[in-house]
């Protein structure tokens, strides 16, 4: 199945201990990145969490938030007071060097999580770290049901924007031999015109006109444009997991030979036609960035 990178997953626990809720939200990114959002108590078990996200995300930059409340009767308010008397140690030096009147209050240092803080009971550690882990379980697992859905609605919408690009690809081949045709008459025109009746070889002619012809010629950026539509096709009706970079790469050699037969364009037709499959490359390389 294939996945976006977008998505979001909450989740939520009660014991006769603890209140623990854990959101996720995930957005596009090249790689994994994982920001967390905790209390300090949790700290040692922060490889754990970040090797659960990365796991089951792949992809993608991710916050998570952790609350965690104690329900318990075994909560104890402490102050760090030895922090708090360097706090105001190296606040006072600041003023004193820059000849300002010492101007803090106590609000700013109860505002700074690492000197008033909660001393929960050590004994009941395991229990929380496990109904963590377990909460953060379950809002990944909810937050990659989200992925999914939308790689599916991304998935339609993308082959649906393929089979519409090789639909203008076919009207481009339909066009181009009456194109050269025409191509080749005129070119014929012009060059009697400008012998101005010297006689020219038939044969040096033809070849002239053929290589002047050649410059023109999209049949094999047509051809290969097909291809990377058939790849294309194959890779979101027979892959899952990882795809976007892939789809991205295909899309990108894609572009350079829509960016070919513009360049050889001559014909009005032909240049409709390539802006069209230009304009519909451009919206799908949007979307495959946010695929996983």
């Not at 001393?119 to 697992?141: F, H, K, M, N, P």
């Not at 240049?271 to 069209?276: D, K, L, R």
Request: proline share 1%; hydrophobic share 35%; glycine share 4%.
């Amino acid at each position: 199945m294939i996945h976006s990178m977008t998505g979001y997953g909450k989740s939520s626990r009660e014991t006769e201990q603890w209140q623990v809720s854990v959101e996720i939200r995930s957005v596009n990114h090249r790689f994994c990145e994982i920001t967390l959002n905790m209390p300090q108590n949790l700290a040692a078990i922060d490889y754990k969490l970040r090797h659960r996200v990365k796991n089951a995300l792949g992809r993608g930059k991710a916050d998570v938030v952790i609350r965690v409340r104690s329900t318990g009767p075994a909560t104890v308010v402490r102050t760090d007071t030895v922090l708090a008397d360097a706090y105001v140690h190296e606040f006072e030096l600041l003023c004193n060097r820059y000849g300002r009147e010492a101007d803090w209050h106590l609000s700013d240092l109860l505002n700074r999580e690492d000197i008033l803080y909660v001393d929960r009971d050590a004994g009941d550690t395991d229990a929380l770290y496990e109904t963590v882990i377990s909460c953060c379980d379950d809002a990944l697992r909810a937050l990659n049901d989200v992925r999914a859905t939308e790689g599916q609605y991304l998935r339609d919408d993308l082959r649906k924007k393929i089979a519409e690009t090789r639909s203008r690809l076919h009207a481009l081949a339909e066009r181009v031999p009456t194109f050269q045709t025409e191509y080749l008459e005129k070119l014929r025109s012009r060059v009697d015109e400008l012998a101005e009746g010297h006689l020219i070889g038939e044969e040096r002619l033809a070849m002239e006109v053929a290589m002047l012809a050649d410059k023109v010629c999209i049949d094999e950026e047509i051809v290969r444009s097909e291809s990377h539509c058939a790849q294309l096709d194959d890779l979101f009706e027979t892959e899952s997991g990882q795809v976007g970079r892939h789809a991205d790469f295909i899309l990108q050699e894609l572009q350079r030979e829509a960016n070919t037969i513009l360049s050889k364009a001559t014909d009005a037709d032909i240049t409709t036609y390539g802006i069209a499959i230009k304009s519909l490359i451009e919206q799908m390389r949007e979307q495959v960035q946010n695929l996983l």
